[in-house]
């Protein structure tokens, strides 16, 4: 299979909030991947918030889309995530992404449209073009329709950059600045996961896996 690196293609938020990543396996099973959101088919969310929500269509819609990309490049990334793991990263991408347009929103940050297609072009422009997108989409496990929404999240942890720590602070000092921020906009929000997806923790914003309790167990930071 192919694999590339995707370090000139776009600081995701997997870089700032450390995303973790388990070991790739054979994209068969990526197939695995409906199979575990249809078993949430009953529930319209796959997390609730106090102004938003994640609905398992759209995150159903991801996930058959970054399935679909590495099958048609033959790409899949190194270290790439699969089935519920795949799932359960892309759901806190959604959540974190929500969580950072609310800091965006709080401290008066405006998203330009035409910077957005700006920084579009110049990613196609490092990758080598249009007709490398494709497989630098799926090497980086993003959706091409939500290439976008990733690329306002960037432009959203710049901006507070400035708003957050000193001129002279570490790209650690940010990081750490900026996942307190999140987790603080998340404890506001009461972020609320559909429990065949596990808890939110609201102190590391991430998620343990599959809560075993089906809800009767609360995240202690709520």
Same mark, same amino acid.
């Given at each position: 299979?192919?694999?590339?690196?995707?370090?000139?293609?776009?600081?995701?938020?997997?870089?700032?909030?450390?995303?973790? =990543?388990? =070991?790739?396996?054979?994209?068969?099973?990526?197939?695995?991947?409906?199979?575990?959101?249809?078993?949430?088919?009953?529930?319209?969310?796959?997390?609730?918030?106090?102004?938003?929500?994640?609905?398992?269509?759209?995150?159903?819609?991801?996930?058959?889309? $970054?399935?679909?990309?590495? $099958?048609? *490049?033959?790409?899949?990334?190194?270290?790439?995530?699969?089935?519920?793991?795949?799932?359960?990263?892309?759901?806190?991408?959604?959540?974190?992404?929500?969580?950072?347009?609310?800091?965006?929103?709080?401290?008066?940050?405006? $998203?330009?449209?035409?910077?957005?297609?700006?920084?579009?072009?110049?990613?196609?422009?490092?990758?080598?073009?249009?007709?490398?997108?494709?497989?630098?989409?799926?090497?980086?496990?993003?959706?091409?329709?939500?290439?976008?929404?990733?690329?306002?999240?960037?432009?959203?942890?710049?901006?507070?950059?400035?708003?957050?720590?000193?001129?002279?602070?570490?790209?650690?000092?940010?990081?750490?600045?900026?996942?307190?921020?999140?987790?603080?906009?998340?404890?506001?929000?009461?972020?609320?996961?559909?429990?065949?997806?596990?808890?939110?923790?609201?102190? *590391?914003?991430?998620?343990?896996?599959?809560?075993?309790?089906?809800?009767?167990?609360?995240?202690?930071?709520?």
């Amino acid at each position: 299979m192919q694999r590339r690196s995707n370090r000139e293609f776009v600081m995701s938020l997997e870089r700032i909030m450390k995303l973790r =990543k388990t =070991k790739a396996v054979q994209i068969g099973a990526l197939l695995i991947v409906g199979a575990i959101l249809a078993g949430c088919a009953n529930a319209s969310s796959a997390a609730n918030m106090k102004h938003g929500s994640v609905s398992i269509s759209n995150l159903q819609s991801t996930i058959n889309a $970054i399935v679909a990309e590495r $099958i048609e *490049t033959n790409t899949m990334p190194e270290n790439g995530l699969t089935g519920e793991n795949l799932v359960r990263a892309q759901l806190r991408l959604k959540i974190i992404s929500f969580l950072l347009h609310r800091g965006a929103s709080e401290k008066g940050i405006v $998203i330009n449209p035409a910077e957005v297609a700006a920084n579009r072009e110049k990613i196609i422009a490092q990758i080598g073009g249009e007709a490398a997108l494709p497989a630098a989409l799926a090497n980086a496990s993003i959706a091409a329709s939500d290439l976008d929404r990733y690329i306002e999240d960037i432009i959203i942890q710049d901006s507070l950059r400035a708003k957050l720590v000193a001129p002279t602070a570490s790209e650690q000092e940010f990081s750490t600045a900026l996942q307190n921020y999140v987790s603080e906009i998340g404890a506001r929000e009461n972020v609320k996961l559909n429990p065949r997806y596990g808890v939110w923790v609201t102190a *590391t914003s991430d998620i343990n896996p599959v809560d075993a309790t089906n809800g009767a167990v609360a995240d202690p930071a709520n």
